[in-house]
């Protein structure tokens, strides 16, 4: 290649004008400006594709709209004292609600026992039990790890009651039940329906007696996990997790009914007990206190 080199003298006269031909073997060397352009258009145009693809992501992400147009449901989540919101198709199973807490909870649906004014079915809608917009959902159940690191007692406790009650006479006979079973029945005694099972009432249990022949009535607050137990005198709150066991037994001639022991303590001189309880509400009262821990 020729190139025309002009070299000024030192006294500041004209220069030389001089030819020459130059080998130039790299020719990068004088584009170097244009390479800074090519890259500099390589990386906006990469830039450009990284927004783009950054906002493919986000519409990806952000496209769940399954519950669009359906009729929601507002509910309050109880779990291990922490209050959670959620809000869901009224139209969704007891299955579907039980995925969206362990979403919020981290809580399995198998290890979870949700209750809605009783056990929840899992078959069914949340239209179809009727829960209504700001319902308080109250779920019981511990985690794996939680299940794994406590070594409780309470099974250990629970079967060796049952072997006791194997190698006696049914309770009914027993002398300190037969004084109160003698009364007969409370003249505010609540309807039994034998051979069904319902949830528990949203009312107080009414119309029984405990162990000294007055009247008792339990109520089952859900959302402290307490059960409580009223009598003229006064009313104790007791936590269910600290509910041993639960003892039934029907009651001779009124099979339609039940009596039955809530153990407070490691023995069974702790046992509360309560008489002429509807046969309807027994499955659920001891699936509502003992569900805490006989569960797993």
């Not at 927004?51 to 509910?75: F, H, R």
Request: aromatic share 6%; proline share 5%; net charge negative.
């Amino acid at each position: 290649m020729l190139y025309t080199i002009i070299m000024a003298a030192q006294d500041g006269s004209e220069g030389v004008v001089m030819e020459a031909e130059v080998s130039v073997k790299d020719p990068d060397i004088f584009c170097e400006d244009d390479g800074k352009g090519e890259e500099a258009g390589t990386e906006q145009a990469s830039h450009t594709d990284g927004e783009n693809s950054s906002a493919q992501v986000a519409d990806v992400s952000n496209g769940d709209d399954s519950d669009e147009g359906k009729e929601m449901v507002e509910l309050k989540i109880i779990w291990n004292k922490n209050k959670y919101d959620l809000k869901i198709p009224l139209d969704g199973t007891g299955a579907k609600l039980k995925e969206r807490i362990h979403t919020l909870t981290g809580l399995p649906p198998a290890m979870q026992k949700v209750m809605y004014k009783g056990l929840l079915p899992e078959d069914k809608t949340l239209r179809e039990i009727k829960v209504t917009n700001g319902a308080k959902i109250m779920v019981v159940g511990s985690t794996i790890n939680d299940v794994l690191a406590v070594n409780t007692p309470k099974e250990v406790i629970q079967q060796e009651v049952k072997a006791e009650e194997n190698k006696k006479e049914p309770l009914c006979r027993q002398k300190q039940h037969r004084k109160v079973l003698d009364k007969g029945k409370p003249d505010d005694i609540m309807p039994s329906v034998k051979g069904t099972k319902e949830r528990l009432p949203t009312v107080p249990l009414a119309g029984m007696y405990n162990k000294s022949g007055g009247k008792v009535r339990l109520t089952f607050k859900l959302e402290q996990d307490q059960i409580w137990i009223g009598t003229k005198e006064r009313t104790e709150k007791i936590p269910m997790g600290s509910i041993k066991n639960v003892v039934t037994e029907q009651i001779e001639g009124h099979d339609d009914y039940h009596m039955m022991a809530f153990q407070l303590g490691p023995t069974e001189a702790s046992q509360y007990w309560v008489y002429w309880v509807p046969a309807q509400f027994v499955d659920a009262i001891k699936d509502t206190v003992l569900g805490k821990w006989q569960y797993f």
